[in-house]
């Protein structure tokens, strides 16, 4: 058999146990994308805050901008020539807002996660990674030549276990977690893993705040500012491409981690820096993050309502946050669901194998600032 005869073996077999996954054909028209004709309201969106449909902010950025100011392109790595100082400017400002020493930007969440972790660890460093942290994370951990152990989901018992158990025979041992996990929708305790951190002088914390940053917080600074941790985490990364409705990540730290970072980190080192005018629009939300907080609590409100409906339906939902998932067991079950709920006007997409675990296919509603609160009462009464 050919590799091209096995890719299409796959595939099929992909199709029939229903998780084959096409990109879809969308027209996107503010808070409603288009497809196939029909005009049905975005519950898949990671844009947490509604910045990204605001027009309005947009008109007012694009006031800023002249000929000179925007530049699409960095035409090059970051330390050769594509070090604008609108990248300084951005991690001064994100350094300042977390009280931290410095920041360190990069071109994604997946460059964060997959080129921190090899970059920092070694033969002699062992990785206790919840186990459903994040593809990039797990990327990350197996591109390190790093020890790991994956502990059981928010099971601070046994971290503190193999913490024990471990932690003497290696050089330094990193816990790695998301702070709001991206297809449960719960979070993690801060404040304990905190605790654990401090009970060996060689473990380190590392925490990915992708869905929590500019939805989480007074400042929307994320869920270690909620638990007033943020100078206790080691490697506190998030991204832009979310909340903050750009692209990129960053991680606030120890200068001397920053400086380790940009000696040693691959995915920074060898890739084209993004184009400065995208700074500049980061650069333009980051400022205004605090400003949103009647944002995140209509948010939090929304969330809540649609949280306790799918408990009330008999459903299983472990969710502590705008990403609500309604686990639904099959994935042919799930795409029927879905199916429904589109014809009846709402883009909730299914979430399958390998994404999530066999028997765990579920709808994953992804809720943002802009929907409004009887919106989401017609959601529940359609769902089933």
Not at 9 to 30: C, D, F, M, V
Not at 124 to 140: E, M
Not at 233 to 248: C, E, H, N, P, Y
Not at 294 to 322: F, M, W
């Given at each position: 058999?050919?590799?091209?005869?096995?890719?299409?073996?796959?595939?099929?077999?992909?199709?029939?146990?229903?998780?084959?996954?096409?990109?879809?054909?969308?027209?996107?028209?503010?808070?409603?994308?288009?497809?196939?004709?029909?005009?049905?309201?975005?519950?898949?969106?990671?844009?947490?805050?509604?910045?990204?449909?605001?027009?309005?902010?947009?008109?007012?950025?694009?006031?800023?901008l002249t000929a000179d100011s925007f530049l699409p392109t960095s035409s090059s790595s970051r330390l050769l020539t594509g070090n604008f100082t609108?990248?300084?400017?951005?991690?001064?400002?994100?350094?300042?807002?977390?009280?931290?020493?410095?920041?360190?930007?990069?071109?994604?969440?997946?460059?964060?996660?997959?080129?921190?972790?090899?970059?920092?660890?070694?033969?002699?460093t062992l990785i206790l990674a919840d186990k459903l942290v994040h593809a990039s994370l797990i990327d990350g951990i197996r591109l390190s030549t790093?020890?790991?152990?994956?502990?059981?989901?928010?099971?601070?018992?046994?971290?503190?276990?193999?913490?024990?158990?471990?932690?003497?025979?290696?050089?330094?041992?990193?816990?790695?977690?998301?702070?709001?996990?991206?297809?449960?929708?719960?979070?993690?305790?801060?404040?304990?893993?905190?605790?654990?951190?401090?009970?060996?002088?060689?473990?380190?914390?590392?925490?990915?705040?992708?869905?929590?940053?500019?939805?989480?917080?007074?400042?929307?600074?994320?869920?270690?500012?909620?638990?007033?941790?943020?100078?206790?985490?080691?490697?506190?990364?998030?991204?832009?491409?979310?909340?903050?409705?750009?692209?990129?990540?960053?991680?606030?730290?120890?200068?001397?981690?920053?400086?380790?970072?940009?000696?040693?980190?691959?995915?920074?080192?060898?890739?084209?820096?993004?184009?400065?005018?995208?700074?500049?629009?980061?650069?333009?939300?980051?400022?205004?993050?605090?400003?949103?907080?009647?944002?995140?609590?209509?948010?939090?409100?929304?969330?809540?309502?649609?949280?306790?409906?799918?408990?009330?339906?008999?459903?299983?939902?472990?969710?502590?946050?705008?990403?609500?998932?309604?686990?639904?067991?099959?994935?042919?079950?799930?795409?029927?669901?879905?199916?429904?709920?589109?014809?009846?006007?709402?883009?909730?997409?299914?979430?399958?194998?390998?994404?999530?675990?066999?028997?765990?296919?579920?709808?994953?509603?992804?809720?943002?600032a802009e929907i409004r609160e009887e919106e989401i009462r017609e959601l529940i009464k359609i769902i089933i």
């Amino acid at each position: 058999m050919s590799i091209i005869e096995q890719m299409q073996q796959e595939l099929q077999e992909l199709k029939e146990s229903s998780n084959l996954r096409t990109l879809p054909n969308l027209i996107h028209e503010g808070q409603d994308v288009i497809a196939n004709g029909q005009r049905m309201l975005n519950l898949s969106s990671n844009d947490y805050l509604g910045l990204a449909t605001d027009r309005t902010l947009r008109e007012e950025f694009l006031k800023e901008l002249t000929a000179d100011s925007f530049l699409p392109t960095s035409s090059s790595s970051r330390l050769l020539t594509g070090n604008f100082t609108i990248y300084e400017k951005l991690e001064q400002t994100l350094a300042e807002l977390f009280g931290t020493e410095t920041a360190l930007v990069f071109n994604s969440g997946y460059h964060a996660n997959a080129g921190i972790l090899p970059a920092v660890s070694d033969a002699q460093t062992l990785i206790l990674a919840d186990k459903l942290v994040h593809a990039s994370l797990i990327d990350g951990i197996r591109l390190s030549t790093a020890k790991y152990i994956r502990y059981r989901h928010n099971d601070l018992k046994q971290l503190e276990r193999l913490l024990a158990e471990n932690h003497a025979a290696y050089r330094q041992v990193i816990i790695v977690t998301e702070s709001i996990f991206s297809m449960d929708g719960d979070i993690a305790d801060l404040k304990e893993l905190v605790r654990l951190k401090h009970m060996y002088e060689n473990v380190l914390l590392y925490v990915d705040e992708a869905h929590a940053f500019g939805a989480r917080g007074e400042q929307g600074l994320g869920c270690a500012e909620e638990a007033r941790c943020i100078r206790e985490i080691d490697f506190l990364v998030g991204t832009f491409g979310k909340a903050a409705a750009s692209a990129g990540a960053y991680i606030v730290c120890r200068r001397t981690i920053r400086e380790y970072l940009v000696n040693r980190m691959r995915t920074l080192i060898f890739t084209t820096a993004l184009p400065p005018v995208n700074i500049a629009w980061t650069l333009f939300v980051v400022r205004r993050l605090a400003g949103f907080r009647e944002r995140r609590i209509h948010l939090k409100n929304i969330s809540n309502i649609l949280r306790k409906a799918l408990k009330e339906k008999g459903y299983t939902c472990p969710s502590d946050s705008y990403i609500v998932p309604m686990i639904v067991g099959k994935s042919s079950d799930t795409i029927l669901k879905a199916e429904e709920l589109q014809r009846h006007g709402f883009y909730a997409l299914p979430v399958r194998p390998p994404t999530v675990p066999e028997g765990t296919s579920r709808i994953r509603f992804s809720l943002t600032a802009e929907i409004r609160e009887e919106e989401i009462r017609e959601l529940i009464k359609i769902i089933i």
